[in-house]
């Protein structure tokens, strides 16, 4: 297994290229399997969670290849099934449902099973999938929807933590091939749910309002199709700004939309972060000394779960005291624990992230625990004094494209040991 070495003390600067949104990219390479025509997407990032979402497609029966970050696809006939041994290795499988039952008019899905960043239920999927016509049982671990018979209607999808991305998205591609017209209350806005939304008009469909909280979507007899670029990943970007002021630095993300990260980049500005921005990307320059803040994880434009733990890394070492609360994955701390292994002052109280800065962080061997908690342990890693180790690496490969090598020409000191 490979691990990420890391000696800490390097001042970033420079230039780093960001890459296309993982999030916007899963879903939309599920969206491909609505049309029987060829698909093409371009910015598509070269990940392992972007692999496998291609390798289940292939066993779903679509024709899809992957070359310089353009995915080709065709999907002809598909199959309606997607076993347990695909959904267990990828939860954001679960967006293939809305497709299938679109185009297939039933399916049999396993039910994802447990998530190291918290509970992550279905329930409105199947709340919403059913109120659309497409009612479920479960048995055996596994969903299955006998029969589709959709028909546009008034939904109303929020939960107990507001939106779901995911839902939306599978509700929403659901909707596009339905009978008549489908109003989402309390849709997610996230620009991945409107990236999809784009991409889904271009085929043919019908949908306004995405990018707020109520989507309409007129249901349209077949979607053809089509050529699209997925957008920068703001959440990458977002890493890549923490890298800069954890060490000191200046860094221009080239690619980056300033306009997917206003709440982000207000945070870093009251840290005391310079951050301008244009149509080329956002420059990010470290203060003299940084201050702590207080922050609470919302659904967008609130600020994103998943730099949640980016943000940990970089208050450890900032003067003072941050609150840091997470609303919408309550237990996502895993990071929290490794962090103290490397001098961290933290306590964590209900679902709240204490945290005292501290001088110094000292390099330790660190066991990732997921794809936002290994980040926060290689940004921790860039500003602790001496060697730090973080294991299990497979989890940042996931959704970082060739963040050593990123980190290595902005002058970090990375080794990717096999
Ligand atoms: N929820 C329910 N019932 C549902 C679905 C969600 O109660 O049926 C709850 C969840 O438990 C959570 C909240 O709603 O408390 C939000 O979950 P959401 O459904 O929005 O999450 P998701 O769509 O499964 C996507 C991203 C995650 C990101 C979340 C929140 C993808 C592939 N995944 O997941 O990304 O954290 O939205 O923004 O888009 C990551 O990239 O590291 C990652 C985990």
Same mark, same amino acid.
Request: proline share 4%.
């Given at each position: ?239 890549? /700004?923490? =890298?800069? %002021? ?6 221009? $993300? #080239? +690619?980056?939309? @300033?306009?997917?990260?206003?709440? *982000? ?101 660190? /066991?990732? =625990?997921? %794809? ?6 290689? $940004? #921790? +890693?860039?500003? @602790?004094?001496?060697?730090?180790? *973080? ?28």
């Amino acid at each position: 297994m490979d691990k990420l070495v890391v000696k800490g003390g390097a001042r970033l600067t420079g230039r780093v290229q960001i890459s296309g949104s993982k999030n916007s990219a899963l879903p939309i390479l599920a969206a491909t399997l609505l049309t029987p025509e060829t698909c093409v997407i371009r910015n598509v990032p070269d990940l392992s969670d972007i692999r496998f979402m291609i390798e289940i497609m292939q066993r779903l029966g679509a024709k899809v290849t992957f070359e310089n970050g353009v995915v080709t696809t065709s999907a002809e006939k598909i199959i309606s099934e997607v076993p347990y041994d695909l959904v267990r290795k990828m939860r954001a499988s679960i967006c293939f449902l809305g497709p299938i039952i679109a185009r297939c008019g039933q399916a049999t899905f396993s039910e994802p099973g447990g998530c190291s960043i918290g509970d992550r239920p279905i329930d409105l999927h199947l709340k919403g999938l059913a109120e659309l016509g497409a009612p479920s049982h479960n048995e055996g671990g596994n969903i299955y929807i006998p029969k589709a018979n959709l028909v546009g209607k008034e939904i109303f999808l929020g939960g107990k933590s507001g939106s779901t991305v995911l839902g939306t998205d599978n509700i929403m591609m659901a909707a596009t091939r339905a009978k008549g017209l489908t109003i989402i209350e309390s849709a997610a806005c996230e620009p991945e749910v409107r990236d999809l939304a784009d991409f889904l008009n271009k085929m043919g469909a019908k949908i306004v309002g995405h990018g707020t909280r109520r989507l309409e979507i007129e249901g349209v007899d077949a979607l053809h199709g089509v050529e699209h670029t997925v957008i920068p990943d703001r959440i990458e970007a977002g890493t890549f /700004m923490v =890298s800069a %002021l954890i060490t000191q630095g200046d860094v221009f $993300l #080239a +690619g980056a939309e @300033a306009n997917h990260l206003v709440n *982000v980049i207000d945070r870093m500005k009251s840290c005391g972060a310079q951050i301008t921005s244009d149509a080329k990307g956002i420059q990010v320059s470290a203060p003299r000394k940084l201050s702590s803040i207080d922050l609470v994880t919302e659904t967008y434009p609130g600020f994103p779960t998943d730099m949640q733990a980016q943000l940990c890394a970089l208050m450890t070492v900032t003067p003072g005291i941050s609150a840091i609360t997470e609303k919408i994955y309550p237990s996502r701390f895993m990071h929290l624990s490794e962090l103290r292994r490397m001098g961290a002052r933290v306590e964590l109280e209900g679902a709240t992230a204490i945290l005292h800065g501290v001088e110094y962080l000292s390099g330790a061997p660190v /066991m990732a =625990s997921d %794809l936002r908690a290994s980040a926060a342990l290689v $940004l #921790a +890693g860039l500003v @602790a004094r001496g060697t730090t180790e *973080v294991n299990r690496v497979y989890h940042i490969d996931r959704g970082y494209e060739h963040i050593d090598q990123k980190l290595r020409a902005l002058g970090a000191d990375i080794e990717r040991v096999r």
